[in-house]
């Protein structure tokens, strides 16, 4: 298990002992301690806030720890900054990338490196790294263009130059299609076996973490609550340690992506029940209508090409495909945040100005987008601001807010929904990825929407958040709200849809029931196979 | 940071990068042959001590807060209007005419005159609006070029006499210079313990609390702060960038227009004694745009702002009579000008740097 060369082969790759750091009165590591070695993939798991972040910025050098002590192949070192993690051999794929976006892949290799820049030289070794790999790329791209996978082949090219003997995953997968995921843990295990690195893997989905590694640390409010080998390692139990309650066996397969470990044809019990229920508010009127419509991007490409979809009171339609292919545009349009080239949209009969500001909301399209920092939050406004975004008039007299009023109407928001948030007045930027996700499905809902469109609305979420989130949109379909799920997440759209509809290259290519539909036949769709 | 713990980290900053500016001044102005002591002596003079000076410094603010006040809007926007030196030109330019082509006299001429004023920063920036909502043009270009193109008209308009020119009679021997406005047309300004300032004083305090409130307060303010920080956010939530943001650059030129119609007609001896000349501005535009900077774009902080740098403009005043030579004492000015940008920047830096580290954080 241990690798070829190294100062001192016996020893560890790295030891972490006794690791804490505080900010201010919270502690985001507590006495950690954590061992990697070389030609293993640890997974470290933990919800959103566990620590895992934290932990492996102390190991990059991001973040000095107040106490605690680092050991590289056994000896004792201090990281006061990235560079001399970079030294030391220790490199991360960050979770959201750290790509110039007018830049060509190999330019983007290349930046950050010293001396004189030779291209042939790099796109030689682009070429090669992508070559021994199989992280198919094209260094002439331009990383703008490329889709988050590809980007992210980008990311870790970009690592693997400085030929590091540790590597670091942070949540690697969270913005790759379930093939894309695939192809990175080939990669990993390419990485791992022929060269003895010590990969770590920080994820919050049971499923890659047992698929993927050899051995599992699971972090909970600072701690290490477990560590034990993966084959030894049971789902179940995982989540427990995880979340530390026990979690429900429906929002488990969600949130855990549990799917391919269980039954996938056995269904989750609360969907059947749901759906009886939904059927009780019968509607064959569509509120959402939209009609051949085509948008076209600069340049003229389609970005949705004569798309046509009804969308009922109380049901939820999944529109399931790999990322990339008209997803959000779709998103945007009905933000009100693109005109319309061809078609139209109707929404309760009355046709709505796309494009026009707040028409869509107006209308009773609520939306929760799949960048909410894009166009769902204002991160440099407060929680109540950010709550009352959409309709501030609902607190205001002859236009002047009313600012008890509006206090205590997000006062009320924040318990209902559970909003973390030391307070309705604390910035957006200071709450968590969670705790903002859910500012954005307060203020959609609270403006009772006829229609709710969720664009990728687990993504980066933890297991708690994922879990209410589901259950949320489940009951807004209940109340009567017809729900468009915009998802890449195939485990999501089989769990929560009534109907599917697979978009490929701005079209939609095909339509499903949720009976008919499973991975496999959702799969074939989506890589544009036409059986 | 507790409210306290940031005002004492203001002082400090503020108290610490004055400091250095002045040890840097004293150097220069001892290096090259003057008296340094001399020099600040004047600087106070000037600006508050000398009889009747404070009052002379508040006229001087006055103008600054407008045109801060109107930056501020703009800035609220996510607009970046640096043309308020020529809306200001125009706004008097508007004031003028008006005086003495349409109106009469009386109080009521007063209010007219300025509002004219007003008009005229609001139609200039709103050339820039209308170039940058129908075509695209980046305000930042079409405002400071706009600055260029006003002051040519006005000099073209101080050419004829139907336009601004004075006739003949009232101008003497002078060419380019209006009528100078009459003694029952010009903004009162009354006598308070020895100093003498315009009544539109009180009128650009009133309009720094009406900024702030609105900003803070109203449902507008909100939309407009909303679209600055995020257009696409605003966008989804039915803030129009178009009517909103060449809204907020009307009102930002209608606030440098009112200033230089403050000043034509309540400047005294410091703004062109009631006349307008080429060069009329006289900067108070771009000292503005500074105001607003120091204030980090907030309302009520340019009050404070516009009287600071009032101080470094009468007190320079008195400088240039010091005998050292202008040229030093035009660099003591600058360095004392970026003393007081130094500390707002590096706050702005480091909340910044803290919001990200706090936002990656939370990741």
């Known amino acids: 298990m241990t690798g070829a060369g190294g100062p001192d082969p016996s020893a560890p790759a790295v030891e972490l002992t006794g690791i804490t750091k505080r900010f201010g009165g919270i502690v985001a590591c507590d006495q950690v301690d954590l061992t990697l070695h070389r030609g293993r993939v640890h997974g470290i798991l933990g919800e959103n806030g566990a620590g895992k972040s934290t932990l492996m910025k102390v190991l990059i050098g991001l973040v000095l720890p107040d106490a605690g002590s680092i050991r590289i192949d056994g000896q004792p070192c201090t990281i006061h900054d990235p560079l001399a993690a970079a030294a030391l051999g220790i490199a991360m794929v960050h979770q959201h990338f750290s790509l110039v976006d007018q830049l060509s892949v190999w330019e983007n290799v290349a930046l950050g490196e010293e001396g004189r820049l030779k291209s042939a030289g790099v796109r030689d070794r682009v070429a090669a790294i992508s070559q021994q790999y199989g992280l198919d790329i ?87 609550v477990d560590h034990l080998p993966t084959r030894e390692a049971v789902a179940r139990s995982l989540a427990r340690a995880m979340v530390g309650r026990e979690v429900s066996l429906r929002s488990e397969r969600a949130a855990f992506g549990l799917a391919e470990i269980e039954d996938p044809d056995q269904e989750p019990s609360g969907n059947g029940e749901n759906r009886q229920l939904a059927e009780t508010t019968p509607s064959d009127e569509p509120v959402l ?8 991007g600069r340049g003229g490409a389609r970005l949705l090409d004569d798309i046509s979809l009804d969308l009922r009171a109380g049901e939820i339609v999944g529109v399931a495909g790999v990322e990339g292919n008209g997803q959000r545009t779709l998103g945007d349009l009905l933000s009100s945040l693109v005109p319309l080239d061809a078609g139209r949209v109707v929404v309760n009969d009355k046709e709505v100005p796309t494009g026009s500001p707040g028409a869509m909301a107006r209308a009773g399209v609520a939306v929760i987008p799949e960048d909410r920092h894009d166009s769902g939050v204002v991160l440099d406004m407060t929680v109540v601001e950010n709550l009352l975004m959409v309709d501030p008039h609902r607190v205001a007299r002859h236009g002047v807010l009313d600012k008890a009023r509006a206090t205590e109407t997000a006062q009320q928001m924040i318990e209902e929904f559970d909003i973390g948030c030391s307070g309705p007045d604390a910035p957006l930027w200071s709450l968590s990825g969670g705790n903002q996700q859910r500012v954005v499905l307060a203020r959609e809902l609270a403006a009772e929407p006829d229609v709710l469109v969720a664009a990728q609305p687990t993504r980066g979420l933890d297991v708690g958040a994922i879990e209410y989130m589901t259950d949320r949109l489940r009951q807004t379909a209940i109340d009567g709200v017809a729900v468009l799920l915009i998802s890449s997440e195939l485990e999501e759209i089989l769990e929560l849809a009534d109907r599917i509809v697979v978009m490929s290259r701005g079209r939609i290519v095909g339509e499903l029931s949720q009976a008919d539909a499973n991975l496999e036949t959702l799969g074939l769709m989506m890589g544009g196979s036409t059986e | 940071m507790t409210r306290g713990a940031r005002v004492a980290e203001w002082v400090v900053l503020y108290a610490l990068s004055v400091a250095v500016a002045l040890a840097i001044s004293s150097v220069i102005v001892e290096a090259t042959g003057g008296d ?22 508040l006229g001087v603010a006055a103008p600054l807060l407008l045109v801060a006040l109107g930056t501020v809007i703009s800035a609220k926007a996510g607009l970046i209007n640096i043309g308020q030196e020529g809306q200001l030109l125009m706004g008097a330019a508007f004031a003028v005419f008006f005086s003495f082509r349409i109106g009469g006299p009386g109080p009521l001429n007063v209010v007219l005159l300025l509002l004219f004023g007003a008009l005229g920063g609001a139609v200039w920036a709103s050339a820039a609006g209308l170039l940058r909502y129908w075509r695209g043009v980046p305000e930042v270009l079409s405002t400071l070029l706009l600055v260029f193109v006003a002051i040519q008209a006005v000099g073209y308009g101080l050419k004829w006499q139907w336009l601004l020119l004075a006739d003949e009679a009232s101008r003497g021997n002078r060419n380019l210079v209006s ?64 009517v909103y943001g060449a809204t907020a650059l009307a009102i930002g030129g209608a606030f ?103 936002a990656t954080e939370r990741v």
């Not at chain 2, 002596?41 to 410094?57: F, N, P």
């Not at chain 2, 009459?182 to 900024?211: H, M, Q, S």
């Not at chain 2, 607003?292 to 101080?311: D, Q, S, T, Y």
């Open chain 1, 289 to 296: 209508r939209i009609e051949g419509v085509t948008v076209k």
């Open chain 2, 179 to 242: 009528e100078q406005l009459a003694k029952n047309n010009r903004i009162p300004r009354p006598d308070i313990f020895g100093n003498e300032f315009p009544i539109t004083v009180y009128v650009a305090l009133a309009l720094a609390l009406a900024v702030a409130y609105v900003l803070a307060r109203t449902v507008w303010g909100f939309r407009l702060r909303m679209l600055g920080h995020n257009p696409r956010a605003a966008q989804r939530s039915g803030v129009s960038s178009t």
């Open chain 1, 138 to 224: 094209d260094p002439d791209a331009r990383v703008g263009e490329l889709t988050a996978g590809l980007r992210q082949r980008v990311e870790i090219i970009k690592c693997l130059r400085r030929n590091p003997h540790i590597l670091v995953f942070d949540e690697p997968t969270s913005v790759l299609t379930p093939e894309e995921s695939e192809q990175l843990f080939s990669t990993l295990r390419e990485v791992v076996a022929a060269e003895g690195r010590a990969v770590v893997l920080v994820s919050h989905k049971l499923d890659e973490v047992l698929h993927a590694t050899d051995e599992i640390t699971i972090m909970r409010q600072g701690r290490v």
């Open chain 2, 36 to 57: 340094w002591w001399p020099v600040l002596e004047a600087l106070v003079d000037g600006s508050i001590k000398a009889s009747g000076r404070w009052g002379e410094t």
């Open chain 2, 256 to 358: 440098a227009g009112l200033a230089g119609a403050a000043m034509f007609a309540g400047g005294g001896f410091s703004f062109g004694n009631y006349r307008l000349v080429p060069g009329f501005s006289d900067n108070i535009g771009w000292t503005g745009l500074l105001v607003a900077l120091m204030a980090r774009e907030r309302a009520l902080p340019a009050v404070v702002a516009a009287f600071v740098f009032a101080m470094l403009r009468t007190g320079a005043g008195f400088v240039n009579s010091t005998g050292v030579e202008s040229r030093i004492t035009d660099v003591v000015q600058g360095l004392l000008v970026l003393a007081l940008l130094v500390p707002p920047a590096v706050v702005f830096l480091r909340d910044r740097r803290r919001a990200r580290a706090a």
